[in-house]
């Protein structure tokens, strides 16, 4: 069951140079996603949502966008750095109240070469 | 910054033995979940828990596996008589209430089953 898929397990990106990480849905019920940041022996961090009724949102070096018709996010960092270094994960979930279960991807494993 | 703590960091059993992991949610926050993370795949909705009740459960979640809210600041995961199959990180995440409110991940238990 694959509902979130992030077909990409690994990258590796120049310090400086932006970073493009993939994701892509199949449940149209989906409508918040988010993005994670996870690095060894720690929890997912959350880095960056957006909600189905808009395309983009940013933050700082962190954008996400959504196209609904695809159903394909991406995230764009830049400029990368090499503390970005990380498996960032996708999440997806069918309401965005609270309380709703999150669906993950399998990650991507971001390497930013100094 | 706030965040979800758990204890232990690792916890080793054996087969068939009861185990309890320890979450300290985000002191505010009015949602709580557990999640588990097999070594390898991708990280799995296990149960979600609101006012003082459970709201959803996986298919994960069958009867060896409870939940509970002993005081006003900690949740816990407890399997009753665990297997093998059972090794995994656990992770509490919390959220608060609203539209569109992230949900924060603790660092995880790894529990291993011997």
């Known amino acids: 069951d694959q509902q979130v898929k992030q077909n990409s397990p690994s990258l590796s990106v120049q310090e400086g140079r932006i970073s493009i990480l993939n994701c892509d849905y199949t449940n149209s019920m989906f409508d918040y996603f988010l993005w994670y940041k996870k690095y060894p022996a720690e929890g997912p961090t959350f880095l960056i949502s957006?909600?189905?009724?808009?395309d983009k949102n940013e933050d700082g070096r962190f954008t996400v966008f959504l196209n609904k018709s695809a159903k394909h996010l991406s995230l764009h960092i830049v400029p990368s750095q090499p503390g970005d270094s990380a498996v960032y994960f996708c999440a997806a979930s069918a309401r965005y109240e609270g309380n709703t279960p999150l669906v993950f991807g399998k990650g991507t494993r971001l390497s930013v070469i100094a | 910054e706030p965040e979800v703590t758990q204890t232990p960091s690792h916890q080793v059993t054996q087969m068939g033995q009861e185990v309890i992991l320890r979450c300290v949610p985000i002191?505010?926050?009015?949602?709580f979940y557990w999640y588990r993370q097999i070594l390898g795949q991708k990280v799995e909705f296990l149960v979600s828990?609101?006012?003082?009740?459970?709201?959803?459960k996986s298919e994960i979640f069958d009867d060896q596996f409870s939940v509970e809210r002993p005081d006003g600041s900690n949740f816990t995961l407890k399997i009753r008589s665990t297997k093998l199959e059972d090794s995994a990180m656990y992770f509490c995440?919390?959220?608060?209430?609203?539209?569109?409110?992230?949900?924060?991940f603790g660092d995880g238990t790894r529990l291993s089953i011997l």
């Open positions: 002191s505010n926050h009015l949602y």
């Open positions: 828990f609101y006012n003082n009740e459970i709201s959803e």
């Open positions: 957006i909600s189905s009724i808009k």
């Open positions: 995440a919390s959220s608060d209430l609203g539209d569109l409110q992230p949900q924060h």
